[in-house]
T-cell receptor, first 114, second 114 residues
């Protein structure tokens, strides 16, 4: 079956530090890949996505590149802010020939200190 | 921006009460999902639907039921609430279009059973 593995948290950084949250996946078909962010007390918001190999998704200074050869979709940001403190979820969905059910990682909590 | 709405956002009810959590989306999506999530933790799929009159149970055993009489509406019902049902419930939807197949989430319903 499909699966997503992301690094365990919490990840604790100082403001303006570089962020990497690792995400690797296994999929039975050709997946689209996503990063979602969840702020306290809220639902999940789409942060960025990529639909094919070598695509780079980007939004609000965050980036992730779809690496088919390493089955990875690592999230990066060059300079984090306190407001980036949240839980980040990596996800995949195989739409063509798959079950259409999205698969999520367990989430990685990010804490950014001033 | 996602057009998916959940009500109520917050609810405190007594043990044994019946409760329905409402979810509506205006995007015309055929796929809809219900997840249960403890704060900041992994998501557990409890129900999903491929379209009108289609409902399936997810990975997590749940004492809830769902219905899909209209495309835009996917309510979740607990016939007899228990303290173990205290959690956040997230509704989501997606379409079957090519590429992307983004999953959109509502803001969540926080249920506390006392």
């Amino acid at each position: 079956g499909d699966s997503v593995t992301q690094m365990e948290g919490p990840v604790t950084l100082s403001e303006e530090a570089f962020l990497t949250i690792n995400c690797t996946y296994t999929a039975t078909g050709y997946p689209s890949l996503f990063w979602y962010v969840q702020y306290p007390g809220e639902g999940l918001q789409l942060l960025l996505k990529a639909t094919k190999a070598d695509d780079k998704g980007s939004n609000k200074g965050f980036e992730a590149t779809y690496r088919k050869e390493t089955t990875s979709f690592h999230l990066e940001k060059g300079s984090v802010q306190v407001s980036d403190s949240a839980v980040y979820f990596c996800a995949l969905r195989v739409a063509s020939g798959g079950s259409y059910i999205p698969t999520f990682g367990r989430g990685t909590s990010l804490i950014v200190h001033p | 921006e996602a057009d998916i709405y959940q009500t109520p956002r917050y609810l405190v009810i007594g043990t044994g009460k019946k409760i329905t959590l409402e979810c509506s989306q205006t995007m015309g999506h055929d796929k809809m999902y219900w997840y249960q999530q403890d704060p900041g933790m992994e998501l557990h799929l409890i129900h999903y639907s491929y379209g009108v009159n289609s409902t399936e149970k997810g990975d997590l055993s749940s004492e809830s039921t769902v219905s899909r009489i209209r495309t835009e509406h996917f309510p979740l019902t607990l016939e007899s609430a228990r303290p173990s049902h205290t959690s956040q419930y997230l509704c989501a939807s997606s379409d079957t279009g090519k590429g992307g197949n983004t999953i959109y989430f509502g803001e969540g319903s926080w249920l506390t059973v006392v």
